[in-house]
């Protein structure tokens, strides 16, 4: 699994975090997501595709191709 | 042809945590529906969670309350008014919501956790030496999220009374336009005044982070109190009626309360915050909306201009996400339910709530045990006529 994250979109609701906590950060500044690990292991899979899809602002995208 | 349905609708007699008969049935037939709105206005009325999601996430749809057609609940543009971002479009949207959201990242909203917590401890303190039975709205559920929303902002707390009253003024549906503009006006100033002495005498709170803002030349004053206004009154009634319809309706399924008082599981606690989101979705007014261009969508057609209403209490209940949807479970995952919207307005506070209510239902029910109605259901005040909805009293003893 690759993960994508679009900082442009991004609202900084901070659901991704809460989430995935090992996956997905926030700048300190402006609560902006930061992609702490973009090939997670397998066993994260399942929550970084809950953290995609309840993203409000489609800022997160996730390949399964890699 | 039917008569057009009036929107908002009434809940069913009895059924208080219940979102409108009348929208149940519409879900069941059509995902979208025209309705006619209070003034007299016509809007799409969503009620699915799919499309509701699809269309909040949509760019061709615009959050632009000045723009015609939009679906308003109450008279706008004005000052006083808590409009601020909310109700803007990116880019501005973004730039301003993007100058508040430092201090809600998961990572500083968990450091105010231990801050929170002897809130809730010191307020039951006092409710357990006090007289009862006692009306938990004004004795808790009020005050918590008051207390925390003044530090985070830097207001002071001992004015907790004309914010308070002003906010229940502006968010009930029923007041009179210049009465609503009156208490905008009133909150405005006091914001106003606030930045005023923070520009002279910043401290480490947001509102001072926002004078920084505005002797750079990136803010007006006038921008920041009035998101100062937004977030003061958001900040503390949706909370507040989180804690007293939850309590209320945890006290109607008491198999339930027994699961958080005696678990203490933070993971349950968590799941139990979301469930009780999804169930009573408190901002029952509904998303507004109006369209930009013309939007296919559920084989029908919303036309620019058109103003779109998104209910997100009835999507919460929409059985093909969430399987029993009219049953309290706090068993089970809730995650997505849009009880806090949904695309790049949602909700920025949400990391705060959150905390906030898994601290208080993780703390109140154990630390009272016996908590129970000072009165029946029948004799609660529920407040149909509030923008975000809730309980005006909640007499408890224990």
Request: hydrophobic share 40%; net charge negative.
């Amino acid at each position: 699994m690759k993960v994508f994250v679009d900082q442009d979109k991004c609202c900084g609701a901070g659901t991704c975090v809460m989430l995935a906590p090992d996956v997905f950060d926030q700048r300190d500044e402006d609560g902006i997501v930061v992609l702490l690990d973009g090939q997670p292991s397998e066993g994260l899979h399942p929550i970084v595709r809950e953290a995609a899809n309840v993203c409000p602002a489609g800022a997160i995208t996730v390949s399964d191709n890699a | 042809m039917t008569s057009m349905l009036e929107f908002p609708m009434a809940r069913a007699a009895g059924c208080p945590f219940d979102p409108p008969p009348a929208m149940q049935t519409l879900r069941e037939q059509t995902p979208l529906t025209r309705v006619r709105i209070s003034d007299g206005k016509t809007a799409w009325l969503v009620t699915r969670y799919a499309e509701q999601r699809a269309l909040l996430a949509d760019p061709r749809v615009s959050s632009d309350v000045t723009r015609p057609g939009y679906p308003s609940p109450m008279p706008v543009g004005e000052r006083g008014a808590p409009v601020s971002f909310i109700l803007m479009d990116d880019p501005e949207h973004a730039r301003l919501r993007r100058m508040v959201t430092a201090p809600f990242t998961i990572k500083r909203i968990e450091a105010m956790r231990p801050g929170v917590q002897k809130i809730v401890d010191d307020l039951i303190d006092d409710l357990l030496a006090g007289p009862k039975p006692v009306d938990l709205v004004e004795a808790f559920a009020l005050p918590v999220p008051s207390l925390v929303i003044c530090q985070l902002l830097g207001v002071p707390y001992a004015d907790h009374d004309f914010f308070q009253d002003n906010s229940k003024v502006i968010i009930n549906r029923e007041t009179a336009p210049e009465e609503r503009r009156a208490a905008g006006d009133r909150l405005y100033a006091y914001l106003d005044r606030l930045v005023g002495e923070k520009l002279d005498n910043p401290g480490d709170d947001l509102l001072s982070g926002l004078t920084q803002r505005i002797r750079d030349g990136e803010l007006a004053r006038s921008d920041a109190a009035q998101m100062g206004v937004l977030m003061l009154i958001a900040g503390h009634e949706t909370t507040a009626n989180m804690i007293a319809l939850g309590t209320l309706a945890l006290l109607q399924h008491p198999d339930q309360l027994a699961l958080l008082r005696e678990s203490g599981d933070p993971k349950l606690v968590a799941g139990a915050v979301e469930e009780l989101l999804r169930y009573l979705n408190i901002t029952h007014s509904g998303r507004r909306r109006v369209a930009l261009q013309d939007i296919e969508i559920a084989g029908q057609v919303i036309r620019a201009g058109e103003g779109i209403i998104l209910a997100n209490d009835i999507a919460n209940r929409d059985p093909s996400v969430f399987e029993d949807p009219d049953r309290l479970d706090l068993r089970r995952d809730a995650r997505r339910h849009v009880a806090f919207g949904f695309g790049v307005h949602q909700c920025l506070g949400q990391p705060l709530a959150r905390m906030e209510l898994q601290v208080v239902y993780d703390t109140l029910y154990r630390r009272i045990p016996t908590l129970r109605l000072a009165t029946t259901l029948e004799e609660i005040p529920f407040k149909h006529d509030g923008a975000v909805y809730g309980v005006y009293e909640l007499p408890v003893t224990w």
